[in-house]
């Protein structure tokens, strides 16, 4: 029976190395002459801003049940918060002062990129699932049209840049067929992704035994109906871990779509930069918002995968 290795010994050494590569960042970050200012950041991903409420005539102040309200002499009234006024009892106001200022939680403009982002590469991914699935069917279809159809999208998409792609869909394709920003910049990754998702699938199908379509034709399925129920199912257990593979790079990906001025996580990155002159900070937490997006993705993928081992 083999050995089993030490395993705290084992974490013990993950842990020092861990603590060498931030001991080393940090002496690095040291020896940058760099004043940073990390205080800046947070207002760009959420603060509270002021949402000020006027009175819409003239009147005088009045408290009824412990609330204070702007009356006035024809009996109408208008509430005056409490929290944020400074108001009393009897103090006359006139049309367009400022009754009461409310404070609100509000989404900065990283905050703002990041659902964007998200939004961007979600519909994207779904997109670039239901043409890649078509694609990477094509490619083993007897058809020879159909196939060398799907060869040669393929070939022609992953052999040019995505920046290339992103540029002629919004300012050639997107001109013609009057698509906004959004719609480009998702076209673009959809299209993109699909050919690295065809060739996934591709290869997850070709990897089933071909007595599985055998089996399912003798059950009377038809071929489209055993590819359907029997092949596919098997193959997406397979193509799962690339597949989530290909999405954590579509995530990543998308930063590009700021070129056609989207404000995704890249663009409000810039902008920010741009406002509070700290590019190391917004930066750091840029990289890291992606990395928390494309973590979680990661982690859900993992749990799919588990469920699936299970149900095996």
């Known amino acids: ?28 970050v040291q020896a940058v002459d760099y004043t940073w ?15 000020k409420h006027y009175a ?3 009147g005088t102040v009045v408290a009824d049940k412990g609330q204070l309200f702007l009356q ?34 509000t989404a900065g403009p990283i905050a703002w990129g990041v659902w964007v982002t998200v939004k961007l590469s979600l519909v994207a991914g779904i997109f670039a699932i239901l043409l890649g699935t078509l694609a990477g069917l094509a490619r083993l279809s007897p058809n020879p049209a159909l196939r060398n159809l799907a060869v040669t999208y393929v070939e022609l998409i992953r052999g040019t840049p995505l920046l290339v792609q992103i540029f002629i869909v919004y300012f050639f394709i997107g001109t013609v067929l009057n698509l906004d920003r959004f719609t480009a910049g998702v076209a673009a990754l959809a299209v993109f992704t699909g050919a690295y998702v065809a060739e996934i699938v591709r290869a997850g199908i070709s990897s089933i035994h071909k007595g599985q379509m055998e089996a399912g034709r003798s059950l009377g399925m038809t071929s489209a109906q055993t590819m359907r129920y ?23 990906d998308s930063s590009l779509v700021s070129v056609i001025s989207i404000t995704d996580l890249t663009k409000a990155g810039r902008e920010v930069v741009s406002s509070t002159f700290s590019p190391f900070e917004v930066w750091f937490t840029v990289a890291l918002l992606y990395l928390v997006l494309t973590g979680t993705l990661s982690f859900l993928v993992r749990r799919l995968e588990v469920k699936y081992a299970r149900s095996n």
């Open 72 to 105: 006035d002499d024809l009996g109408r009234r208008q509430a005056i918060a409490p929290k944020g006024s400074q108001l009393a009892e009897g103090d006359t106001v006139f049309l367009g002062d400022t009754l009461d200022v409310q404070l609100s939680w």
């Open 37 to 51: 200012r990390w205080e800046r950041i947070p207002q760009y991903i959420a603060y509270q801003a002021e949402q």
């Open 1 to 28: 029976m083999e050995k089993q290795p030490n395993q705290l010994l084992w974490h013990g050494i993950f842990l020092l190395l861990v603590l060498a590569a931030i001991f080393g960042i940090y002496k690095a």
């Open 230 to 252: 029997v092949i596919l199912p098997q193959a997406f257990k397979r193509v799962l871990p690339p597949l989530a593979g290909q999405f954590i790079n579509l995530i990543k």
């Open 56 to 58: 819409e005539f003239d």
